[in-house]
């Protein structure tokens, strides 16, 4: 099993940084990828950006240029790095890791961490 903790959300004026983290705890070999999605309130959860296990990152195209996903293997960490913030960018932050347990993929969900952008 693995276990994921989100942290780093907060309020930040338009134009601000902020930086989160997802740590994983367990069988964090089995990780084959660990993506970063958002859900504002009232709308669908969306795909962020996405880090594979041989460190290749995809974007969406809403946020390509403004954030950047990198990892720490040493400390089973994955960040989102969120510059140049937009109201637009206000929503609750979830990692979601797919990890392998024998010939089976799963999914497992953080609990979530606010970010809140204002005008």
């Known amino acids: 099993q693995v276990h994921l903790v989100e942290s780093g959300g907060g309020l930040v004026q338009a134009g601000g940084s902020l930086r989160l983290s997802c740590a994983a705890s367990?069988?964090?070999?089995?990780?084959?990828?660990i993506t970063w999605y958002r859900q504002a309130h009232g709308k669908q959860r969306e795909m962020v950006a996405n880090?594979?296990?041989?460190?290749?990152?995809n974007y969406a195209d809403s946020v390509k240029g403004r954030f950047t996903i990198s990892r720490d293997n040493a400390e089973n960490t994955v960040y989102l790095q969120m510059n140049i913030l937009k109201p637009e960018d206000t929503a609750v932050y979830y990692c979601?890791?797919?990890?392998?347990?024998?010939?089976?993929?799963?999914?497992?969900w953080g609990q979530g961490t606010q970010v809140t952008v204002s005008s």
């Open positions: 979601n890791a797919d990890f392998m347990m024998g010939s089976l993929t799963y999914g497992t």
């Open positions: 367990g069988s964090t070999l089995s990780i084959i990828g």
């Open positions: 880090i594979s296990r041989d460190g290749t990152a």
